[in-house]
């Protein structure tokens, strides 16, 4: 076992690894699209010379499933050649390569390098925090050295071998197919020359690989040193093999129709050429065939690649080196089968899509708009002698479609294969209250089965015999099969221990006030007392039960057979019935003194009941209409014991002792024949029952809870399907229940289970909310107390009736005696670490229990449940719960819990728990807080006293010397007996901890202090819920299965949001996350095998990653995103990742706008890193073709594809805009209109076929169907849209393609603190404006201004339908991205907020910079901060971003030759002489502003006249041009359209190249310019704003969209009561 990573010694010196990531698995599919063809065209060859037709329906199947994404829109104008080959610079700066250079050698490589043999187990572990590595890469890899202090790569390594090499030819073969025009490919290729132009996709493969070769040697040419001579005969060899290939298939391809052209006809000599070709594709494709077959065969893969035999390396030293990692990484066959078949759907499906709606629709237009005659350009066109340029613009948005448009289907199929998988593990079989009731009866057994331990389980677990009988007993058990699965008694000890674990469940949820005391009454399980002779079912389950059977008894004329058949079918009833009589005939005995004559009346009375019931005749001679009578008294009785009024209990025995034995017999007796019977008294002084009922005690609650249950059952006259009233707690109750039938391993017994720690990591975040921090109000006078007590309204009142049950007398003692309790009730729906600290200590109230249960005999049993049902056992209990603020010694006061069970524990259940189970609290700075004083330390303490197997890991700096400071790693715990915090451990470091990241880098410093078998890792936002806790022992027993090929190393485990209710975000954010952590990660561990770990709370097999690396890699940037990297690591080692979803930890998100944007920055720049990691890197080329379509898909891809929607966007747009400027859309529609050809109106009104998009949707609202019915989702999705979830998701996608986009061109991830308190708070123009003017505003105003732009000059947008149906999606993302910051900002519409936000804006803009602001001080400072990435960059980086920011001049180009003054002219010298404009109004603004800085404040007349002058100076030029020239007002306008556009370009490229012009005079006028830019942008963002704020409701509608019903009534009335109270001052 090695140890911590943190804990090992660092060095400064260079770690150098002796091996590369490098190419990994070969292609097994795309071989396969020409295989099908090539084969068949030969055999149609050999068996006719003139060609005959051939199906070719295979083909494009075939051909469709090559192409996952697209390569370049291959033009098929000529029929001969339709090769194409990218070309691509070589770069000489390193992070701008990562677009260009490395990209392409990214996409293409398809052969794996190997490095030096090792086993996977012996292969290095992630570098240390601290550590600079190199790592050398070879085949496709770049050579690249990453520091964990800056965290950039010196090159670029790109992560993925994504085969774009298929993609090009499929997208090729599609064109080929679909330009014939037919319906159906394999009508397009009847003839024998469509069936050769298919043959260039072999030459255009061959060229790529040529590329391909190129690039490798290009980035890897440094590779080669004497030792690795070989690796550089290798890439000289790959590139001649090359271009040997692409020649040799030229040649063959020009013979072919060289000699067709000589017979001008397909002669037997032009087919022997073909054969020819075919016979050396196939010669081509063999590697390919060879891959396939280890595909088909993955024992025979992973034991080439695990092997060291020289020999074998020998065979595949042409496709791959050696490498310590990522060998044998291939499934079992089933598992290989099940998501290859996943693929080749989604695949078939795209495709079929993609050529039917896509690439064949745009064929005919394409032809048309090549062939389009006499185009008028309106400018100076530089291509006017083709239109091809216009089919590149039209075909573009068409392209990147085709490239994302995968992610749709696979959210499409992944959502049905999701929802399969659910429904065979049985979820969501228990969701409301009514199947609750059907299953109830059943969860003795299912609690049982799975959750206690039986002592037969132990021999032979595992066995095949076993497993069976397993399957069978869970079938029944699930169906109420077989005996053992049958109806309950109250008699079996199997119902009483399931009494105790559901009792303590609805016990902790009565502690975290999500239940009432009534409520609680309603769902417990009471034990078996008062001589009942049935299982006593929850009151809930019985509602209505007895009535039910009461109005059957009395209007059914039937015997007592037929009465008690009908009354046993539904076994509820039966019960009720039953409790209900034992209950009433125990009371009366029990009220009633014993030895009386009364006494014996009763007990008589009830023996003759009992004997006519008995004998069947019950019925006979009892009249059953005078049940209603006895019952309408019963309930006045029971209500009258309630009120402990003896009294009239006593009138009420005496009116039922009447009704009993005058009006109820069908025979009535005579008085003699009552006494004889022994049912009247045989003396004659004194009333009945006057002196002999005797009431117990008030302090008796276990009675009076009888009563009032027995109460309950006689008068519910409702279903009770909203009890429990709180969602929280019926969601966990269907949760648990539902689990109980689901699979899972059977549970050991506690002493024999594997043992576990949980550990979570903290820094600086809340512990406890202080008292100031509840009463701290905001603008608007909303403080958090009051907000949460308007969100959790019923939750309130059930602590503040739960403080009334302890003693409190006055809400006032919730802010001095009982502070801490209203502390913790707050922190408690905060995510606080007190709120963690909570849940994971259920772990080990549960184990407690569980060893209790595990040692328990049937005796223990039956006088636990006599203790639990003792008078006064509740006020002792509650006597337990009293919390004080002082410092109290005992551990009881300390413990919250209240557990009934706790009492009957023998005395070993803590020992058993504390050795099976471990909680490291990693706080990194708990040191320094208690150095400070810091009420976080003083809070942490108080939870070390609270639980006992808390322990506290911190990183302590010990001064040694003068200078020298010793840092340690210390694990410290609170000992019970001497009343203080004791030291446990003590390791020293070699140096500070925090090298790297800080999260990574505090886990792997306390990982050393776990113990046991698994550490389950959980965030510091994270909760659990007792009931889940207990089925922790059967989640470590899946360790002990396998799962295809593998036990699993990492046990996946659900998540639940509980932030969804916070506000309307809250919701939409937990929506998205739940269908992620539920059928998301479902189907990454089945079918697709590519789970890895997204984050908490997974388990981790401890041993095994002590031995690999740790659970975290911390280097500095690059593991920014820390968590997935264990998955990486996990996978890459032959580990398993499963995800198991009977049990769940829950999970907070971030609720507020600006919260769930950082995170989602974060997240977003942290794939970015992905993406150049070699983690990511390996994985993707050491993963089959399938398997690695799920990776890319489900990790970095999805984020690649979120930026190619914007890209789409974009291309769309600026598509367009060239169209209406150019003249072309024009010429297309003078000629569609003259010509009425369909092909060019399809041209001008091509759908936009983003709205695709909602099908993302879907895996939603499968997950909730799935859970909780089809209605109940479709209404929830509907609700959704109401509330603008729309604006929010597509204001989310801008957020994660701007840093995902960013990350990738310049680096700079960085951590980002996002958070974790309640958003309750307006946040200011100035903060909105800051985070995301350069990721939403600016590009949002860009898509405005083209489409407005686009509406002014297109002659299709006069048309208002159309302009609508073109431009309607780019529009709604115009509005989000400008206006959802506001939407979604607490008071976003408040007039005066609005003012003052402004205000604030403005100062802010002119702030001075100073060397002590900061960016939220002055806008220069925060202009500087924000342009950071590009001083970073490199050269390509750099000359990356200015091509970029050179589409601003487009505007410019454009508009110019639409203006007056330029008189229709087309030449290039119109906007070469409009850039005088540009420059005479930046030389003005330069002088005004040089002015302003000289004269305004010494000399303000001077100032003036120059100020006078330069205004009469644009006067006069005006006045000029109107005179001589065809200048128009309108042309001020117009001009602004262009040269606004142009400004922002010259400033975005002036900060490009800001180290060189910073020093110069320019750069104060740069400076100025951008000033005003952005006050121009504040002011348009603003205006909208403004408006929107003015106008009347609004504000209202806002507040209602963003926060839940019940608070914005409590905001509302708020509001009204501080108006009145400043009234009345």
């Known amino acids: 076992m090695s140890a911590s990573p943190a804990a090992s010694v660092r060095s400064s010196s260079i770690t150098t690894h002796p091996g590369a990531p490098t ?164 009508q397009n290729l009847q003839t024998r020359n469509d069936q050769v132009h298919l043959l260039t996709i072999f030459i255009t493969w061959a060229g790529l690989r040529l590329l391909q070769s190129i690039l490798d040697a290009g980035t890897q040419y440094s590779l080669v040193t004497r030792e690795t001579k070989l690796l550089g005969a290798r890439m000289v060899l790959k590139s001649f093999v090359a271009i040997a290939w692409t020649v040799a298939f030229s040649v063959l391809y020009a013979q072919i129709w060289d000699q067709r052209d000589r017979d001008r006809r397909w002669s037997q000599a032009a087919n022997q050429r073909i054969v020819n070709f075919l016979e050396a594709a196939i010669m081509f494709i063999l590697p390919e065939l060879l891959a396939v077959l280890l595909f088909i065969l993955p024992w025979v893969r992973n034991f080439i690649e695990k092997t060291n035999w020289s020999i074998l390396y020998v065979l595949t030293w042409w496709f791959q080196s050696r490498i310590f990692v990522g060998r044998g990484l291939r499934e079992c066959l089933m598992d290989n089968l099940k998501y290859s078949c996943f693929w080749i759907m989604v695949l078939i499906a795209k495709f079929t899509f993609s050529y039917f709606l896509q690439i064949r629709p745009m064929v005919a237009p394409t032809k048309a708009l090549i062939d389009l005659p006499n185009v008028q350009y309106e400018w100076h066109e530089f291509f006017s002698r083709t239109n091809r340029f216009g089919v590149v613009i039209l075909w573009l948005p068409i392209v990147l479609i085709y490239l994302m448009d995968i992610q749709i289907w696979y959210s499409i199929f992944s959502s049905f294969v999701g929802a399969l998988v659910g429904l065979f593990s049985h979820l969501g079989e228990i969701r409301d209250v009514h199947q609750f009731r059907l299953r109830f009866q059943f969860f003795a057994s299912a609690l049982k089965f799975n959750l206690l331990h039986e002592e037969q389980q132990s021999h032979g677990r595992g066995s095949l015999q076993n497993r069976f009988r397993d399957a069978v007993n869970r079938l029944k058990l699930r169906y109420g099969l077989g005996q053992p699965y049958k109806k309950i008694e109250s008699n079996q000890v199997g119902p009483s221990r399931f009494a105790l674990i559901w009792n303590e469940i609805i016990q902790t949820f009565r502690e975290e006030d999500i239940i009432s005391d009534h409520e609680v009454e309603l769902l417990e399980l009471p034990p078996h007392i008062w001589n009942i002779r049935v299982i006593r079912w929850p009151c809930i389950l019985l509602c209505n039960e007895l009535l039910l059977a009461l109005s059957q008894a009395m209007e059914w004329k039937v015997d007592d057979r037929q009465h008690w058949r009908q009354i046993s079918k539904n076994e509820y009833r039966r019960c009720a019935v039953i409790e209900a009589y034992d209950s009433i005939k125990y009371l009366l005995m029990h009220i009633i003194i014993e030895g009386t004559e009364e006494h014996a009346i009763i007990a008589r009375l009830f023996d003759e009941f009992d004997g006519w019931i008995q004998a069947e005749k019950f019925t006979i001679e009892f009249n059953t209409l005078v049940l209603q009578n006895i019952f309408d008294q019963l309930v006045i009785l029971l209500d009258t014991l309630v009120k402990q009024n003896k009294d009239k209990a006593v009138n009420i025995l005496q009116t039922l002792y009447d009704i009993a034995t005058r009006d109820f017999p069908q025979i009535k007796k005579t008085k003699e024949q009552l006494k004889a019977l022994g049912l009247a008294p045989r003396g004659s002084g004194g009333l009945l029952f006057e002196n002999v009922v005797v009431l117990p005690d008030e302090q008796d609650e276990n009675f009076y809870r009888q009563v009032r249950r027995l109460q309950t059952i006689l008068t519910s006259k409702d279903s009770m399907h909203n009890v429990p009233k709180n969602l929280e707690a019926r969601r966990r109750i269907a949760f648990f229940s539902n689990s109980l039938f689901m699979n899972m391993p059977r549970a050991p017994r506690v002493d024999k289970m594997q043992a576990f720690s949980v550990l979570t990591p903290y820094y600086n975040e809340e512990v406890l909310y202080s008292k100031e921090q509840l009463q701290i109000e905001t603008e608007d006078g909303i403080s958090i107390i009051f907000y949460l007590q308007k969100v959790y309204e019923d939750e309130w009142a059930n602590f503040l009736e739960r403080m009334r049950r302890e003693g409190m007398v006055d809400e006032e003692e919730l802010w001095n005696k009982r502070c801490r309790d209203l502390r913790l009730w707050v922190s408690y729906r905060g995510q606080t670490l007190s709120r963690t600290v909570r849940g994971m200590m259920y772990y080990y109230r549960a184990l407690k229990m569980l060893a209790f249960l595990d040692s328990a005999s049937e005796i223990d049993i039956e006088k636990g449940a006599t203790i639990l049902t003792s008078p006064g056992f509740s006020r002792r209990n509650s006597n337990l719960n009293g919390l004080q603020d002082g410092g109290e010694s005992k551990r009881q006061k300390f413990s ?122 959980i965030d510091m936002n994270q909760d659990n819920y007792f009931e889940e806790t207990l089925k922790m022992r059967n989640l470590l027993e899946e360790y002990s299965h396998t799962y295809g090929a593998r036990k699993p190393t990492i046990l996946g485990v659900r998540e639940h949001v509980f932030t969804g209710s916070v506000s309307s975000l809250a919701w939409f954010m937990s929506a998205q996350e739940t269908s992620f952590v539920t059928l998301g990660q479902r189907v990454l561990a089945n079918p697709l095998k590519v789970r890895m770990h997204y984050g908490h709370p997974d388990v981790f097999d401890r041993l095994w990653f002590l031995s690999r690396g740790g659970i ?126 369909a092909a060019l109106g399809t041209i001008l009104n091509q759908q936009f076929v983003i709205q695709l998009g909602l099908f993302t949707a879907l895996p939603m609202i499968i997950e909730n169907s799935l859970e909780h019915g089809f209605l109940p989702s479709i209404w929830d999705f509907l609700k959704m849209q109401i509330q603008l979830a729309s604006m929010f998701y597509t204001f989310s996608m801008g957020t994660k393609a701007h840093y995902y986009g960013r990350t990738i061109l310049h680096g700079g991830a960085k951590y ?112 500087s901060e924000e342009n950071d990435h590009l001083r970073a960059t490199g050269l390509w980086g750099k000359l990356l971003e200015i091509v970029l920011d050179t589409r601003y001049f487009f505007f410019q180009y454009g508009i110019v030759y639409q203006l007056k003054i330029s008189s229709g002219s087309q030449s290039v010298a119109v906007y070469l002489l409009s850039w005088i404009f540009v420059v005479a109004a930046v030389g003005t603004f330069v002088l005004m502003d040089y002015a302003r800085d000289k004269y305004a404040a010494m000399k303000h007349i001077k100032y003036r006249t120059i100020q006078a002058s330069v205004i009469l100076l644009v006067v006069f030029v005006i006045v000029l041009l109107l005179e001589f020239t065809s200048f128009e007002i309108i042309d001020i306008f117009t001009s602004l359209l262009a040269f606004i556009p142009t400004g922002w370009g010259l400033i975005s490229i002036a900060q490009v190249i800001k180290p060189f012009i910073e020093s110069s005079v320019l750069w104060d006028s740069v400076v100025a310019i951008a000033r005003l830019y952005e006050i121009l942008l504040g002011v348009f963002i603003m205006a909208p704003v403004a408006f929107m704020s003015w106008m009347p409701g609004f504000q209202e509608m806002q507040t209602r969209i963003l926060f839940n019903e019940a608070f914005s009534r409590g905001l509302q009335i708020s509001r009204i009561l501080t108006g009145k109270k400043e009234n009345t001052i």
């Open 896 to 1017: 919250r819990t209240g557990s009934r069970v706790s009492l009957l524990f023998k005395g070993h259940e803590h020992g058993t728990a504390m050795m099976k189970y471990t909680y490291v609290l990693a706080c990194q700075i708990y040191g320094s807080q208690k150095d400070k004083n810091d009420a976080r330390a003083s809070d942490i303490l108080y939870l070390m006293k609270k639980n006992e197997a808390l322990r506290v890991a911190y990183v302590d700096e010990v001064k040694s010397g003068r200078d020298e400071v010793q840092y340690y790693s210390v694990l410290v715990k609170y000992d019970q007996q001497l009343e203080k915090e004791v030291e446990i451990y003590r390791v020293r470091l070699p140096g500070p901890l925090k090298l790297g990241e800080g999260k990574p880098e505090n886990q792997n410093h306390a990982l050393i202090f776990t113990r046991g078998d698994a550490v389950q890792t």
């Open 23 to 186: 190419s990994g698995a070969s292609p097994t599919f795309g071989f396969a699209a020409a295989l099908t063809p090539a084969v068949s065209f030969y055999t149609s060859l050999s068996t006719s010379s003139c060609g005959a037709r051939q199906r070719t329906s295979v083909f494009f199947l075939s051909a469709s499933a090559i192409s996952t994404t697209t390569w370049l829109v291959t033009s098929a104008t000529s029929w001969r050649v339709t090769s194409t080959t990218p070309r691509v610079s070589k770069p000489s700066q390193p992070l701008p390569a990562r677009m260009l250079f490395s990209t392409v050698s990214w996409c293409l490589s398809t052969r794996p390098s190997r490095e030096k043999s090792m086993p996977a187990a012996m292969a290095p572990p992630p570098t240390p925090p601290g550590a600079i590595t190199t790592t050398l890469t070879s085949s496709s890899g770049l050579a690249t050295a990453s520091s964990a202090s800056t965290g950039r790569p010196i090159a670029p390594r790109i992560s993925l071998s994504f085969r774009p090499i298929r993609i090009a030819l499929g997208r090729q073969a599609a064109v080929i197919v679909a330009w014939g025009g037919e319906t159906f490919p394999w």
């Open 1312 to 1423: 980002r603190a996002t958070g974790r308190g309640f958003v309750v708070e307006h946040k200011k123009f100035a903060e909105n404006y800051r985070l995301y003017a350069r990721s939403h505003f600016i590009k949002a105003i860009e898509l405005g201004v083209i489409l407005t732009t686009y509406a002014s000059y297109s002659p299709v947008a006069k048309n208002t339908f159309v302009y609508i149906l073109l431009t309607i999606s780019s529009w709604f993302l115009v509005v989000s991205w400008i206006m959802a910051p506001f939407v979604f900002n607490p008071s976003g519409f408040d007039w005066l907020k609005t003012v003052y936000d402004f205000e604030d804006f403005m100062n802010w803009i002119w702030y001075p910079r100073l060397i002590s602001t900061t960016s939220e001080q002055s806008w220069e400072k925060w202009w």
């Open 1112 to 1237: 975290s890699k911390a280097s500095r940037v690059i593991n920014i995103s820390e968590d997935i990297f264990a998955g990486f690591n996990c996978t890459l080692r032959r580990g398993n990742v499963t995800h198991h979803e009977y049990i769940q930890v829950g999970k907070g998100r971030d609720v507020g706008l600006n919260q769930i944007s950082m995170f989602e920055a974060k997240v977003s720049s942290g794939n970015g890193e992905q993406t150049l990691s070699r983690d990511v890197y390996r994985l993707g080329h050491r993963l089959d073709f399938f398997r690695m379509l799920s990776f890319f898909y489900t990790t970095v891809g999805f984020y690649f594809n979120t930026m190619m929607v914007v890209l789409t966007v974009y291309a769309f747009v600026w598509g367009r805009l060239y169209m209406a400027l150019s003249g072309l859309e024009n010429s297309i529609k003078n000629t569609a209109d003259s010509t009425n050809n």
